[in-house]
């Protein structure tokens, strides 16, 4: 598990760095009302999305005894749904730009049907080469199809200067990828066939849909009501902090949990096994991504411009608004972990329906006050929900509510010490903006560590760290000396 964490962790470098460095060299090729219909169309997509998989890569992955009939029978299932709804898609469309009063949406979510094939194709190869817990092919097809990505979104950014650019990076993104995971599986799917077992999979798919389907509109109703209310500028201005903060911090989180998931669902039978496993990983994650959203948080007004270019500071207060919800995603992100791979598929989609209404209460309450209204009622929302999350995750199964406060609480009260301390520290910082956030990055991380190893479970964390790292550099050292 340690390994796959590893290879894993190493590939998400590689898609985060794709990630920032898309944002900021497209932020600057591209205008804000670009990325404000592309963030009109997103909703859709994901929506429509949400039907595509039908939790059944998660049912292939956690599944015992799995045979290749049932896969079959689950791959020409994605294959089927895939198309029925990019056929939807294309239907929609008109539809789609005559809501948001823009008709440049109605090609762009026309267009975005392909990729409802493309992924629909791949799903089951993926699903059975993160089975085999094959983290470090996946790792490299995951590199290998975000700088490809990349690389087509900024040269088509160059010769089109459109949105256009955002939608060839990703298909060329998620094209590499499918084709990667063909090339890495040993299965291949024979004529359309239904089995028995089959519908057991289907049911637990249900589950994890159904979830999904509620976890759309906290995702994507805050997008929706500020395109329909304040138009795209507004929208351009939140999707760009979203991306900044959250959507890094989600590519670190889902990456992580497709190492996870498979690793708990061996470690079932082994209740204490298992916790500990959930417990070790957990503060690690926090201990590496809470201080980087302090000192964001902290320096917002230095790194958007910094970042994103002048035309951007007006999204400055937006991304401090979310850096706080960013503060505990890394906290309950991994909740899903546990569901999944304790077969909890159907309390997975009751939390997911909870979270829903309440996320979806908190984006009205604060709509009134524009995008960064929406910003920070979603971060009120975030600290007020996370114990009722934990509760309700530990009501069964090894890992409870009391676990996790005590391997967790230490690193997300220290980042929020480290947003104070970089916040009175930002005067004393160095003049320049680049030296100035590297100094910001430092004390929040020195500042975390310390607050967490004044706790027990603080110090193991750090101690793990210290292991972690003197074997890595041992392995150097026998791969040098090789």
Not at 37 to 55: C, E, K, N, T, W
Not at 144 to 169: D, E, P, Y
Not at 253 to 273: E, F, H, I, Q, W
Request: charged share 10%; hydrophobic share 55%.
């Amino acid at each position: 598990m340690s390994r796959g964490a590893a290879v894993t962790g190493g590939a998400q470098i590689v898609k985060l760095g794709c990630q920032i460095t898309s944002v900021i060299v497209l932020s600057r090729l591209l205008q804000p009302e670009d990325f404000g219909i592309v963030a009109m169309a997103a909703p859709v997509v994901a929506f429509v999305g949400l039907f595509q998989d039908m939790g059944l890569t998660q049912a292939t992955v956690q599944k015992k005894g799995l045979t290749h009939a049932e896969v079959n029978s689950l791959f020409w299932i994605n294959m089927a749904v895939s198309a029925m709804l990019g056929a939807v898609m294309i239907l929609i469309s008109p539809l789609v730009a005559r809501f948001y009063e823009e008709p440049q949406v109605a090609p762009l979510v026309a267009a975005m049907s392909l990729q409802l094939l493309i992924l629909g194709a791949g799903a089951q190869h993926a699903a059975l080469v993160t089975r085999r817990m094959d983290f470090g092919r996946l790792a490299i097809i995951d590199s290998i199809a975000a700088l490809l990505g990349l690389g087509a979104a900024i040269v088509f950014a160059f010769v089109t200067r459109s949105f256009w650019a955002l939608f060839v990076g990703g298909l060329t993104t998620m094209t590499v990828g499918t084709l990667g995971v063909w090339a890495s599986s040993r299965w291949r799917p024979g004529m359309p066939r239904w089995v028995t077992g089959a519908g057991g999979m289907v049911s637990f798919g249900a589950g994890i849909t159904g979830f999904n389907f509620a976890n759309y509109f906290a995702r994507n109703l805050d997008h929706i009501l500020i395109g329909r209310r304040w138009g795209n500028i507004e929208l351009g201005l939140y999707d760009r902090a979203n991306r900044l903060l959250l959507f890094p911090l989600q590519q670190v989180t889902y990456p992580l949990g497709k190492v996870m998931v498979p690793a708990l669902s061996r470690m079932g039978s082994d209740p204490d096994r298992y916790r500990r496993a959930y417990l070790r990983v957990a503060p690690l994650l926090l201990l590496v991504a809470l201080p980087g959203v302090a000192v964001a948080i902290a320096m917002a007004d230095l790194l958007i411009p910094l970042a994103l270019g002048q035309q951007w500071q007006e999204s400055a207060m937006i991304f401090q608004a979310l850096g706080f919800a960013g503060l505990l995603q890394p906290l309950n992100s991994p909740a899903g972990w546990l569901f999944i791979s304790q077969g909890r598929s159907m309390d997975f989609m009751r939390w997911g329906i909870f979270g829903a209404v309440t996320t979806a209460i908190a984006f009205v309450i604060g709509l009134p006050f524009g995008a960064f209204g929406v910003a920070l009622a979603y971060a009120i929302h975030e600290y007020l929900r996370t114990p009722l999350l934990w509760l309700y995750v530990g009501k069964t199964g090894p890992v409870q509510a009391r676990h996790v406060l005590r391997a967790t609480l230490p690193f997300v009260l220290g980042a929020h010490i480290a947003v104070a301390a970089v916040m009175l520290l930002a005067p004393h910082l160095p003049a320049h903006p680049v030296a100035a956030l590297l100094a910001a990055t430092l004390a929040s991380y020195a500042i975390v560590a310390a607050f967490g190893a004044l706790f027990a479970s603080g110090r193991d964390t750090l101690a793990e760290i210290r292991t972690l790292a003197s074997k890595a550099l041992s392995s150097r050292t026998r791969n040098r000396m090789a």
